[in-house]
């Protein structure tokens, strides 16, 4: 261990390095439970590895291995120097566009699966820099859901949570990462948050008073919701064209923030919409030689679920021969057996398949989009990939193991 690095509800993240390989991780570790059975628990830690095991993105944060200590959870991730939060102010404009871009890849990714991520804001947002260009890492998936009827309604760090779920609704979707990003790239760019409201009711009165009235139906939500009781929203309007006009001098990027930040959802541009966006023409083609790149290089890789000894699994015998049963297991370690089935290498390659399609431009041809002449993200990532192909491990150490696991950590 070298430093601690963040700090959660959850527990703290904490700066590692391995002493035989020399290599940099993020450790999460998480607080202890009370109840190490506690199902809710045991729920938000399987949920979070197989949303990050389901999400082999190259813009998304890679998890290298999950293990449990005693009763304690850790996540090991790859590393990456800082988040959008800690360079505020310090991207250029062109950076900025290629971040969010990146960004857009990642959450196409998700929604394409019908994930919501539900909580993107600017600290879950990880830098790391490859060649002298930043290439981000969306992480945290700990409130990473999938969309199937009603949904818990508080997510959402409130800054950048959208109407619907400021108003406790419970029928949402992937919009709600879309109204994120609005505020993100108004942030990114001026380095000041666009509704930092101190409760849930004066960032509603912010939301209402720049992006206009709320519709009939979402009215009577905030009249009936307990919360708003004796409140009442400005009627006052201000004009968005105007008061963006004063503070972005991109009239491009006026136009991007506005389709996002529509009240109603459904009127909110679409990932796909958002990707096709002018304001994106410098990067595009950057981001996905990239992606196409990094895709390539990792198409093989295997990705691992072991479990530690005792083995667990017994011989025994029947009339047909010999079978595996099952021995006794914990909770957990019955649960990551089910998620290491579920997220087999073929459905890994399936997702890919599916969900990563990427475009594909006129100006250049596919053959000549991996040629290292063209390529501006020929990094020491990818040669890197072909000679070492990580595993991730999802395992139960008993202390013995534990022991061993801990001292190969500073």
């Given amino acids: ?47 979070e590895v197989q949303m990050l095991f389901e999400s082999k993105h190259p813009f998304v944060v890679k998890l290298i291995e999950a293990f449990k200590r ?35 890849r990642s959450l196409k990714s998700l929604h394409g699966r019908n994930v919501v991520h539900r909580d993107v804001k600017p600290e879950n947002l990880l830098i790391t820099f490859q060649n002298s260009k930043p290439v981000l890492k969306l992480c945290d998936f700990g409130f990473a859901r999938q969309q199937n009827g009603q949904m818990t309604d508080y997510v959402a760090t409130r800054w950048y949570r959208s109407p619907e779920l400021l108003l406790n609704s419970k029928s949402y979707g992937p919009p709600v990462d879309i109204w994120a990003v609005g ?11 666009l509704f930092p409201g101190d409760s849930d009711f004066s960032t509603l009165q912010m939301i209402v008073s720049l992006c206009g009235h709320l519709s009939p139906e979402k009215m009577q939500m905030f009249q009936r919701n307990p919360k708003y009781q004796g409140f009442k929203l400005t009627s006052k309007q201000i004009n968005f064209d ?4 004063t503070r972005l001098k991109d009239v491009q990027v006026v136009k991007l923030i506005k389709s996002m930040l ?78 290491a089935t579920q997220t087999s290498q073929q459905k890994l390659q399936e997702i890919q398949v599916k969900n ?36 991730i491990q999802i395992r139960q150490a008993d202390n013995r193991f534990a022991g061993q696991m801990t001292k190969m950590w500073k």
């Fill in 1 to 47: 261990q070298i430093e601690q690095i963040g700090e959660g509800t959850y527990g703290v993240v904490l700066k590692c390095q391995n002493k035989i390989t020399g290599e940099f991780v993020a450790v999460k570790r998480f607080k202890e439970p009370a109840d190490p059975n506690d199902p809710q628990y045991l729920k938000i830690t399987q949920r």
């Fill in 70 to 104: 005693k009763t304690r959870m850790y996540f090991v991730f790859e590393y990456c120097e800082s988040t959008v939060l800690d360079m505020l102010g310090r991207l250029s404009d062109k950076e900025i566009r290629l971040v969010i871009y990146e960004l857009l």
């Fill in 183 to 193: 505020c993100l790239v108004y942030e990114m760019i001026t380095g000041q948050p």
């Fill in 242 to 245: 105007e008061y963006f006009a």
């Fill in 262 to 339: 529509q009240i109603e959802p459904e009127a909110r541009a679409t990932v796909d919409d958002l990707l096709e966006d002018p304001w994106f023409a410098e990067v595009r083609q950057e981001a996905c030689d990239y992606e196409r790149q990094w895709f390539a290089f990792n198409k093989s890789e295997k990705v691992e679920i072991q479990e530690e000894k005792p083995v667990l699994e017994e011989k025994t015998k029947s009339r047909q021969g010999s079978k595996s049963v099952l021995a006794k297991q914990k909770p957990f370690q019955a649960s990551m057996q089910k998620i």
């Fill in 356 to 391: 990563y399609q990427l475009p594909t431009y006129k100006e250049r041809s596919n053959s000549q989009l991996m040629t290292p002449q063209v390529n501006k993200y020929n990094h020491s990532v990818f040669q890197k990939a072909v000679s070492v192909k990580p595993k």
